[in-house]
């Protein structure tokens, strides 16, 4: 299995500033995703992380809330902008797609944002 | 679309006994894989089991069986011997790795929480 880190692992943040939430891989993965698992309920996809190009974002999901960025294959990161206390949540980073396992998708340890 | 369905969101078992989970799915697709994730209070989520639908034989990993019910369209995970440690959200989640676009994507069911007792 692919092995992901996610920083930071939690924050608290005041209300209308921007965090961005960065995710390492230690292999080439196809494809990476975030995702919002609010406590205790099951997870949405926030989008898909294209390498070198915009993401692909899932309905209810802007760009200009959730901007990401992949610059190479093993890395990306999730910025939740203009913050306010609805998007307290856990933020998790996903990849598919390594060279040992093309169809199985795996999960980073989860960012914890609190917002006041 | 498909959508995947746990119809337990709470479930307990006695340390070293049996206890199944289930799931359901519906999709119009004939290939497809299935997975069983468990998230302990940790919030990591560990990929327990996959399914591919084109086979008939039920995958194992260790204490962990699946009955996989193609017509039925439904996707059990059994845990012989529970332990401590399986105390876990359990999801179920459902994959078309053919299909393009969001249809690629993983759906996930709600979510089992199973406490197993000492």
């Known amino acids: 299995s692919a092995v992901i880190s996610q920083k930071p692992s939690r924050d608290i943040c005041q209300r209308g500033t921007s965090l961005t939430i960065q995710c390492q891989v230690d292999?080439?993965?196809?494809?990476m995703f975030w995702y919002r698992q609010q406590p205790g309920q099951s997870l949405t996809l926030i989008a898909t992380?294209?390498?070198?190009?915009?993401?692909?974002?899932e309905s209810g999901f802007v760009i200009d809330k959730f901007p990401i960025s992949r610059p190479n294959l093993t890395f990306s990161t999730l910025t939740v902008s203009n913050m306010s206390p609805e998007d307290s949540s856990i933020y998790l980073c996903?990849?598919?797609?390594?060279?040992?396992?093309?169809?199985?998708?795996?999960f980073g340890p989860g960012t914890r944002l609190t917002v006041l | 679309a498909q959508t995947v369905t746990q119809s337990q969101p709470e479930m307990s078992v006695q340390e070293a006994e049996t206890v199944t989970l289930s799931c359901t799915y519906d999709?119009?697709?004939?290939?497809?894989?299935l997975f069983w994730y468990k998230q302990p209070p940790s919030r990591q989520m560990i990929l327990v089991i996959r399914?591919?639908?084109?086979?008939?034989q039920n995958a194992t990993e260790n204490r962990f069986s699946v009955n996989f019910q193609k017509a039925a369209k439904s996707f059990s995970l059994k845990i012989s011997d529970s332990q401590l440690g399986d105390t876990a959200m359990y999801f179920c989640?459902?994959?078309?790795?053919?299909?393009?676009?969001?249809?690629?994507?993983?759906?996930f069911g709600s979510g089992t929480q199973l406490t197993v007792l000492p």
């Open positions: 996903s990849v598919r797609g390594t060279l040992v396992s093309y169809n199985e998708q795996f």
């Open positions: 292999s080439q993965v196809t494809m």
């Open positions: 992380a294209n390498q070198g190009s915009e993401a692909t974002y």
């Open positions: 999709t119009s697709e004939n290939n497809y894989y």
């Open positions: 399914q591919e639908a084109y086979k008939q």
């Open positions: 989640a459902f994959m078309n790795p053919i299909s393009s676009g969001s249809a690629r994507q993983l759906t």
